[in-house]
């Protein structure tokens, strides 16, 4: 099992001393990863006053790429995740580049979760089409595989076009792992195919997400993939129980198959709860009390 936690940015924010520390403390304390969530633009409320407070530009997000790059200078080993990237607002040979770019810099410790959206406001502001993005981002999926791979690549899709050029540098592996959020049964299909694991947060450990997990499977092997080689990751949080909670918990996902375990104490909307505090002492705690649960259980 690999444990992770996500970088509470909506409550701590980011300047560098705070994000460094954090990231030092988590690598120190033995996790393996970190995540960071992706939004570009977030809502003004005021003239949305039905919109509720998902995404509002209260909410402070870093850019991912700019942030693990910073990040990957201050650590050693553990790696970064995004959760998720929302792909089809950007542009694929860019995102590519600098997907490939974090790879280097980092010595191959990015793995790239990617999705896309729910937020139109998002893909209007960044000249993208909202209502295309599922298909589209198979595509790209394509492309960024293309672009990772070789040197050169020639390319005519739906939505791209590429004439014999390509990216420099490239990842050391001429990869880089895909993993995928989203809940929908085209998503699975798109993972099945493409894809190096699930991001799964809808369900709480227990019969649906079994059946989830086995529907992926066979998908997979549809595909004519071996279906173990495809990672399932879950969010945890220790905003409610205790150790012995997390413990049973963590034991279910475990039994369950999953590979990866993301500590989430800023994410409140069910199944999940976030944790009552909202300083750096806050999670703090959170990442040391939950780890110590669960440390045996790696």
Known sequence: MRLGITLPLTD?????????????????????????????????????????????????????????????????????????????????????????????????????????????????????????????????????????????????GQWHTIADAGINPLPAARRIPLWFGGHEDVTLRRIAKWGDGWIMLAHPAGPVADQQFAKLRGYVREEGRDANAVGLEVWVSTGEGGPAEWRKEFEAWKKTGVTHITVNSTYGRPPHKRIAGRTMGDHLAAMQHYRAAVADLL
């Open 12 to 156: 701590i924010h980011g300047d560098p001393a705070t994000v460094r520390d954090f990231a030092q403390a988590a690598e120190g304390l033995g996790y393996h990863h970190l995540g960071a969530p992706d939004h570009v633009l977030g809502v003004n409320v005021a003239s949305r006053p039905d919109w509720g407070n998902r995404n509002t530009s209260k909410d402070f997000f870093h850019d991912p790429f700019v942030l693990f790059g910073f990040l990957s200078a201050c650590t050693k080993a553990i790696e970064f995740s995004t959760q998720v990237m929302i792909l089809p607002q950007r542009q694929t040979a860019l995102v590519a580049k600098q997907a490939a770019s974090l790879d280097v810099l980092s010595g191959g410790r990015f793995r790239f979760g990617i999705g896309i959206g729910w937020n139109p406001v998002e893909y209007l502001a960044l000249n993208e089409d909202f209502k295309n993005r599922g298909k589209r981002s198979e595509e790209q999926v394509e492309v960024l595989r293309a672009l990772w791979a070789d040197p050169h690549v020639t390319f005519k």
